[in-house]
Structure formats: C-alpha cells, structure tokens
C-alpha cells in the first residue's frame, strides 16, 4: 500500500519545517508540498531539502488552502498514483506512529470506505473542534431534531467519547482536511476539491460530494493528528476580520448541498442566525464590520461567486475607528 502526503503552506515557514520533519520519520512513500507563493524563506528552505520523497509545487498566485489542496492532490495523482492520499495543513502533523498505523489498518477497510478521518487535537492533548468530524443532520430524521433541540453543533457533530484512543470507527458525513485520508477510488469518483473556494469549506463540500457519489467515510480515532492552530480563539473568532467574510460566502454552497433544494431556504436562514449571533462575540468596535463582511458573503455565495476577494481582504485589514 502506498501513501502520499499532501501539505499546504503559505508564510508560516517555522511551522511547516515541523510538519515535514514529522512526516520524514513517518512511513510515509511521498511528501508534496505545495506552496501558495510564499514571499518569506518557505521557497528558499524547500529548494534545500534533499529527501527524494518531498516533492514542491509552487503556485504562482495565492490561492488559499482549497486551490492549494486542488493542485496538491492534482499532482499526486498525476505524479505517483498512490493507493491513498493524506492531507493536512503545515501547522498540522501526525502523531508518531499515526501514518504507520493507518497502513497497517486500511487492508481491512471495506473498499466502499472512500474517506477515513483521524482524530486531531490541540498540542495541549485537548480535541481539535475545528477538526470534530460531523453527520449530517440532513440526513437523518433523528440528527435533524436533536440539532434543532440544541441550537448547536453539538447536534450534529460527534461526541467526545468517540475519540478515545480505542474507540471503535465511526460512520461520519464530513470530516476537515487535517488527517484527511483519501483513496484512489475516491479521487476517481469525487475528482478534486473545488479550488475556487479560496479557504474554508472546501473539506465539507468534497466530504458531501464523496458521499452522494455513494462512497463512505469513517473516523479513525486511534490515528492522531496534532493541529497547533491559532485561526480561531475560543468560540470561534476569526482572525484577521476577513475570513469571515469565506466562512458565510462558502457556506452558502455548504447549505445548498447539505440540505438539498426543498430544505435549502430553511437551512441557510438557520446557519444564518449562527453566524449572526456570532458577531456578538466580538468587541463592539468589530461588529459592523463583522456583519457587513457576513452580508457580502451572503450575497455572493447566492450569486455563487468564487476565488479570492481582495477587496474584502482590504477591508478586513483596515485598522477599526
């Protein structure tokens, strides 16, 4: 069995020189890196690297972690055609042993299993909620009413036990792009994520993509990944301002393919009142702007905009009256 890792990086050269180190002590057949047009010494340190399992794909432009999976998972098709492909960010890395253990298991899988998703957590041992692999509620009658119940995540998304060490594999709808494992079929059934969506929900939409194709996904909670990320504070703060603005633009798509034509009015109104109660978890001076960059990713997503939006970015980096 053969196994390919794909990493995306942009301007965070301390934490990817951690990533591939691990990766380099892991049974591991390929290493792509794929750099989104680093502008400090990522390109400099990866020209330098002579280990004939790491691979560099250079991007001319920025196109954020979707268009950076995109081309990543491209060239490992392309280029090696391995039985499965793991992706994750260059702030993300396997726990030792983790990608030996994913070997040792996938002989078993049933080839129906397109997906198998680890379980991440923060440096500090705590669970990863960015990562917390989820159902969807949309599917299932009882999921659906218990989200409703809550008014939350929790919800949907699986429960604490669930990434206990010996913890059985678990059926899941949507996992995210760290310890992401992917086969063969899958790529040949599901194609590539959609670059286009610049960050965020690209890992949700291929999940949900994969799914209607018929293929499975599990989670595989005895191999870990560590994420050692700062994007969000506790409760979901985006920082800078302007990823807000990817989060709701993306999510539109995410709504309209969870939920399907006939529910999809009513679950954007409800992820809609989310991301508007959200913005009250910001200072009062980052409010407006928070909602007005929520309302321009609405708009878009409905129109079905894509790619990266510099005129946000501006207006999300603009020091706050």
């Known amino acids: 069995m ?22 380099l002590g892991e049974d591991v057949d390929q290493i792509i890196v794929v750099d989104n047009a680093s502008s400090d010494d990522t390109p400099q340190w990866l020209a330098a690297q002579d280990d004939p399992r790491l691979t560099v794909v250079t991007l001319d432009d ?78 299932n009658l009882g999921l659906f009413a218990r989200t409703l119940l809550r008014g939350s995540r929790a919800g949907f998304h699986l429960p604490d036990e669930a990434f206990a060490p010996d ?30 969506l610049f960050i965020y929900g690209d890992d949700v939409l291929y999940s949900l993509r994969l799914r209607r194709a018929g293929l499975h996904m599990i989670l595989m909670p005895s191999v870990r990944f560590v994420h050692d990320c700062g ?10 301002l302007w990823k807000i603005y990817y989060h709701c633009r993306n999510g539109v798509s995410i709504a309209r393919q969870a939920a399907g034509p006939l529910i999809f009015p009513a679950a954007l109104l409800y992820y809609t009142v989310i ?35 510099d005129a946000i970015h501006a207006m999300g980096s603009a020091p706050l009256a």
């Open 62 to 139: 920025n196109l954020g972690g979707a268009g950076g999976f995109e081309a990543g998972m491209a060239a490992a098709r392309d280029r090696f055609d391995p039985d499965w492909v793991v992706l994750m960010d260059d702030d993300a890395r396997p726990a030792p042993g983790a990608l030996a253990q994913f070997k040792a298991k996938s002989p078993t899988l049933d080839p129906d299993i397109g997906c198998v998703a680890a379980a991440v957590f923060y440096p500090n041992g705590t669970l990863c909620e960015m990562n917390r692999p989820s159902n969807n509620p949309f599917w």
């Open 167 to 196: 913890a059985p594999d678990r059926k899941i709808d949507v996992a995210s792009f760290v310890g992401y494992f992917v086969s063969r079929a899958c790529i040949a059934r599901a194609g590539l994520p959609e670059g286009g």
């Open 275 to 309: 991301w508007w109660r959200r913005g009250n978890r910001y200072e009062p001076s980052e409010r407006a702007l928070y909602r007005r960059m929520m309302w321009i990713g609405l708009r878009d997503g409905l129109l079905r905009r894509r790619g990266r939006n």
């Open 231 to 240: 994007t969000m504070g506790q409760g979901f703060i985006y920082r800078p």
């Open 2 to 23: 053969t196994l390919a890792a794909v990493v995306v990086t942009y301007q965070r050269l301390a934490q990817l020189q951690l990533t591939v180190a691990a990766l």
